[in-house]
């Protein structure tokens, strides 16, 4: 059984010193709330089951923005200091059987899918981990006297010492325990509470990019960055297979019904073509597929409209930065005749996907009567997206 992981962001700071007068996590950078950018990075990795918010309780609105689109677990509300609203998270999914969780404060709005997937990795062997940086500045400590003039007392020795960034990353019963044990002291970070259980740390590699937004420079800069950035073309593909079952009144192709006399089998509606299309959005933005997020075991997504599926995977690409360019879909079959419903089909697939139809490829052929689809066993669907999206988001 692989071992599962739960990433838990805390915005639940009050931060008003911008002056904007909304709390520092919301802020737009880019078009999108602070908080979004972090949320989309950990929604979209590979290696995080699951995602919950710690927030503060006046700021339920602002979360909904932020989150919109998104699957994620239902926020909590955290408390008056970082620590104790990341316990109040731990507490919150405790029995919740994840292996290790992640801690991430949402004034990391930059944290790059690698740095994520260096603290996972270090989790297979540490009990802790976390994305640091080595200082390489000279550090000096100032005397603790109220001069006017600010005095260096002393030189600190840099070697070996680190910048702690977050994500910090543990196993999910030690740091519940470590947090619980610790309640009521004013440590700064997850580690220093791993640590002061005995807990052994590992130090990854985190980023310059993973910068923390704490002052009116900082967001100037970052917003500046988001704009200067130049948008980088990805482009995703999706493969589906849906067989023929027993007789019935027809297919769902594209979102278009199709009168046949056998239906597709599929746990949803078995739309193979919206379930390609979906499939190749999320590999647009390397957020896996269309069974880590919607799993045929699921009960809840029997039956379900795969528009669903595909207007999801479009939510994570937006909160992502990126932006639907183009989509060329192929269907390989037999019968029943896609040709008379194409116009049906391109004006459907534009709806959902929220892009003009001049955008929108829909092609047909059968296979000359060759293979599976040839013998009208049932029907394959590709698919290719392109995806404009904009840095920092790699
Ligand atoms: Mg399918």
Request: hydrophobic share 45%; charged share 20%; aromatic share 6%.
């Amino acid at each position: 059984m692989m071992s599962t992981c739960v990433a838990l962001i805390v915005a639940a700071g009050r931060g008003r010193r911008f002056g904007e007068g909304t709390p520092k996590q919301y802020l737009d950078i880019g078009g999108r709330p602070m908080l979004r950018h972090a949320l989309a990075t950990f929604a979209a990795h590979v290696g995080v089951n699951a995602v919950r918010v710690v927030i503060h309780s006046d700021d339920r609105e602002l979360y909904d923005i932020a989150a919109t689109g998104l699957n994620l677990l239902e926020p909590v509300t955290g408390g008056p200091t970082r620590q104790e609203s990341v316990r109040l998270g731990l507490e919150s999914l405790a029995g919740s059987a994840y292996d290790t969780v992640l801690i991430h404060d949402a004034a990391r709005p930059f944290v790059e899918a690698g740095t994520i997937t260096r603290v996972i990795t270090a989790l297979v062997k540490s009990p802790g981990a976390l994305a640091a940086l080595p200082v390489h500045d000279t550090i000096k400590r100032a005397r603790a006297v109220s001069d006017p003039v600010t005095c260096v007392a002393s030189t600190v020795e840099r070697t070996n010492l680190w910048q702690a960034q977050t994500p910090q990353g543990f196993h999910f019963s030690d740091i519940l325990a470590a947090h619980r044990a610790a309640a009521g002291e004013s440590l700064t970070d997850d580690a220093a509470v791993a640590e002061r259980a005995g807990l052994l740390v590992q130090l990854v590699e985190g980023s310059r990019e993973n910068c923390k937004i704490t002052t009116a420079a900082d967001l100037y800069r970052a917003r500046r960055r988001q704009s200067e950035a130049h948008a980088a073309v990805r482009i995703g593909s999706g493969f589906d297979v849906h067989a023929f079952g027993s007789t019935g009144t027809g297919i769902c192709l594209c979102g278009i019904p199709i009168p046949h006399d056998r239906t597709l089998v599929g746990h949803s509606d078995a739309d193979v073509a919206l379930h390609a299309l979906t499939d190749a959005l999320l590999g647009a933005v390397a957020a896996g597929d269309i069974g880590r997020f919607f799993p045929d075991y699921d009960p809840q997504w029997r039956g379900r409209e795969s528009a669903f599926f595909v207007r999801h995977a479009v939510s994570l690409v937006h909160a992502l930065g990126g932006e639907v360019m183009a989509v060329d879909i192929t269907i390989f079959c037999e019968s029943p005749k896609v040709g008379p419903y194409r116009l049906a089909m391109v004006t459907r697939l534009a709806e959902i996907l929220d892009i003009a139809v001049e955008r929108v490829s829909l092609k047909a052929t059968t296979t000359e009567g060759l293979g599976f689809a040839g013998r009208r066993e049932g029907i394959v669907a590709h698919a290719t997206v392109t995806v404009q999206i904009s840095p920092p988001v790699k």
